[in-house]
């Protein structure tokens, strides 16, 4: 039998054991897996749909009436000078870190399909632009955890990426090449306001649609591990923060708040599943992504290994 044969046939037996074990779970805890879906569909109302379809809409227009390069134009001598970006790549690292996760994957993905930045300069800006918002770091994690001073989690959670993405682009620009040159050809005339609000408007209620999706089972996947109540405290949470971070932080941040620091960064499996629904249309892969978040996490989690803000 050929390796490749007999390692897919291992594949789909390990996925039939998960799946018949998941169903097992769900029809013998009913109630339980009614309740963990119902928390990730109320997190997913009450927290992501305030907080990222009013940008992924507006983001979404600027990008389809090419306007993204004349909104990061203030900003972008600066951000040239320190991450070697395009116009639109200033605009990514702006509204990514802003906006809050997933809104730096979807972003890079509508400009990378709309060839306004190159492969090369998407990768890069998708290693460090992809992270847990500010609102969503002070409106949610920032009560759940019981902050009182969270300026300084604040500038570990932020300042890390922001200097890995300093580090990333400048060994990348040693190298022969342009990361922010685009494809050759004048730009495509920007869609008239109505049609642009239109496509946005249902661009957004898709991705929207599928971020909650994602959350819902991943947060249902939480079930998992009920036989197991016998496990060490530390272990169960950190599977609910690895799994699904939103429903991680309501479940242990009281009790972990550091393990939730620490964790942030990564963003837990939902997250990834996020990401590659956000860049699937893309040729970009999500291994060099995984890479790069497992590198910010370690740095984080060297942060406050020797450090205690609080």
Avoid at 4 to 33: D, E, W
Wanted: charged share 10%; glycine share 10%.
């Amino acid at each position: 039998m050929k390796p490749n044969i007999f390692i897919n046939r291992v594949k789909q037996g390990v996925y039939t054991a998960v799946g018949i074990y998941l169903i097992i779970v769900l029809l013998a805890f009913p109630a339980l897996s009614l309740e963990y879906a119902s928390k990730g569909l109320v997190l997913w109302f009450e927290k992501m749909i305030p907080t990222l379809l009013p940008f992924m809409i507006l983001s979404g227009i600027m990008i389809r009436m090419n306007l993204t390069h004349k909104c990061a134009g203030v900003f972008h001598p600066l951000f040239h000078f320190l991450y070697g970006t395009s116009p639109n790549g200033t605009y990514t690292i702006l509204m990514g870190f802003l906006c809050g996760f997933p809104m730096g994957a979807r972003i890079v993905g509508e400009l990378l399909e709309a060839g306004k930045i190159t492969r090369r300069e998407g990768s890069l800006l998708l290693s460090f632009c992809n992270n847990i918002g500010p609102i969503y770091f002070l409106s949610f994690v920032v009560p759940v955890l019981g902050l009182r001073r969270p300026l300084l989690p604040f500038g570990i959670m932020y300042g890390i990426p922001l200097l890995y993405g300093l580090a990333v682009m400048r060994l990348v620009k040693r190298n022969p090449g342009n990361i922010s040159s685009v494809k050759d050809g004048a730009p495509a005339p920007g869609m008239p306001l109505a049609a642009a609000v239109d496509a946005s408007v249902i661009s957004g209620l898709t991705g929207i649609g599928k971020l909650g999706g994602y959350m819902v089972f991943f947060n249902l996947l939480n079930i998992a591990f009920v036989p197991f109540e016998t496990l060490p405290p530390v272990l169960l949470r950190f599977y609910n923060c690895i799994l699904e971070i939103t429903s991680g932080i309501d479940r242990c941040g009281h009790s972990n708040p550091y393990l939730v620091l620490i964790l942030l960064p990564f963003g837990g499996f939902s997250c990834f599943a996020q990401t590659y629904s956000m860049i699937q249309h893309t040729n970009l892969s999500l291994r060099p992504y995984l890479f790069h978040k497992l590198a910010q996490t370690g740095l984080t989690a060297l942060c406050y290994l020797l450090w205690h803000p609080f």
